[in-house]
């Protein structure tokens, strides 16, 4: 009976042995699998000198390891990689007589992914160059536009040395705006001017910042994005009056458009007097035909007295007509929102035959 008693005890505790066995090594794996899936990855660049790359990382509920904490993995050439959690502060060491940052100072902190080279944290690999655009909107009492900007932030030397001259110079992008482009660069420090420093742009009083394509707008402001969106075409058309066989006046309330038609192509004669468009140094026609399908920019020429003027050939899958508006780059003219319309059917044939509307069967 007592040996029976026995063997039962202790079968029981070697049960009991395993399950708690299991459940503590289930919160090991578990803990160890969160670490890694909320880390973040720091990128060191060795020092010449160095023998071996290591990580030593410490912090609120982080477990410190002994020193010189862990070695970290070869990327290539001098990089090393390590997985740290997140808003660890670290020390980096050769398991020697040299650590950054230096003794009894404090760790570095890393909130993200980073790269650290010669004394400066980054969120983007220095090694890799790239090309950033910046774009940017002229004050409006600045006759013209000028950069100054360094290129090279390792450096306190900059690109620009004198006012007025190159590389300060900027390309003009649209009606308004300027364009500087950089090339074999990763952060670029910047601000612009007038020609001369009574008139310049900056950030709040501190110089623009980027390591990105930017575009900045007149008082200052910073966007990532084109800040000048462009309006949709209306897909409404209303024909317009026709009043001879080859020269057509399209008259609305908010202007007056001439085309010419000579078998197959049009010759768009737009006058841009009293319109949103007037005195633009460019004009681009956008049009479609058949309710905005093909839709292509043609750039138009001058025939002075705000008269713009240009040619297209009329697709051969267009049916029923051709529709437009215009741009400077900046400001649209559709119109009033109606755009100009040019039916095909009422074009060049005094007694024309109606074109049927094409019908587009739905996919499904």
């Not at 093909?294 to 007509?321: C, E």
Request: charged residues 15%; hydrophobic residues 30%.
């Amino acid at each position: 009976m007592r040996k029976n008693l026995l063997r039962k005890l202790t079968t029981f505790a070697a049960i009991l042995v395993v399950f708690i066995t299991c459940i503590v090594s289930g919160q090991v794996t578990y803990h160890q699998n969160l670490a890694s899936d909320t880390g973040v990855v720091v990128h060191f660049y060795k020092p010449s000198g160095w023998s071996s790359a290591n990580i030593y990382y410490y912090g609120d509920g982080i477990s410190r390891a002994d020193w010189p904490g862990t070695s970290m993995s070869l990327e290539s050439s001098d990089w090393y990689q390590a997985v740290i959690p997140t808003n660890a502060k670290v020390l980096f060491n050769d398991g020697g007589n040299n650590q950054i940052p230096g003794a009894e100072q404090e760790g570095i902190t890393i909130s993200q992914e980073s790269w650290y080279k010669d004394g400066n944290l980054t969120a983007y690999n220095p090694d890799v160059l790239k090309t950033i655009n910046i774009y940017a909107e002229k004050p409006d009492s600045w006759s013209g536009m000028w950069i100054w900007y360094d290129s090279d932030l390792s450096t306190s030397a900059w690109d620009t040395t004198e006012l007025q001259s190159s590389p300060g110079d900027m390309i003009n992008y649209r009606t308004g705006w300027y364009k500087k482009t950089i090339n074999n660069t990763n952060k670029v420090q910047f601000l612009f001017n007038a020609g001369t420093w009574d008139n310049k742009l900056q950030n709040n009083d501190s110089d623009f910042v980027t390591t990105q394509d930017v575009w900045i707008k007149k008082d200052g402001t910073i966007s990532y994005t084109d800040p000048v969106t462009t309006p949709t075409p209306q897909t409404t058309p209303t024909p317009p009056p026709i009043l001879d066989n080859d020269v057509v006046s399209i008259k609305s309330p908010s202007g007056k458009l001439d085309y010419v038609y000579n078998g197959g192509t049009f010759k768009i004669i737009y006058n841009a007097a009293g319109r949103v468009l007037q005195n633009s140094s460019t004009v681009t026609m956008h049009w479609g035909y058949d309710s905005w399908r093909g839709v292509t920019d043609t750039v138009m020429t001058s025939s002075g007295n705000n008269t713009w003027t240009a040619t297209i050939t009329i697709p051969v899958q267009a049916g029923v007509g051709i529709v437009v508006c215009f741009t400077d780059g900046s400001n649209w003219d559709n119109n009033s929102s109606g755009n100009w319309n040019i039916p095909l059917t009422l074009v060049g044939d005094p007694t024309p035959e109606p074109t049927p509307i094409p019908t587009v069967t739905p996919t499904i």
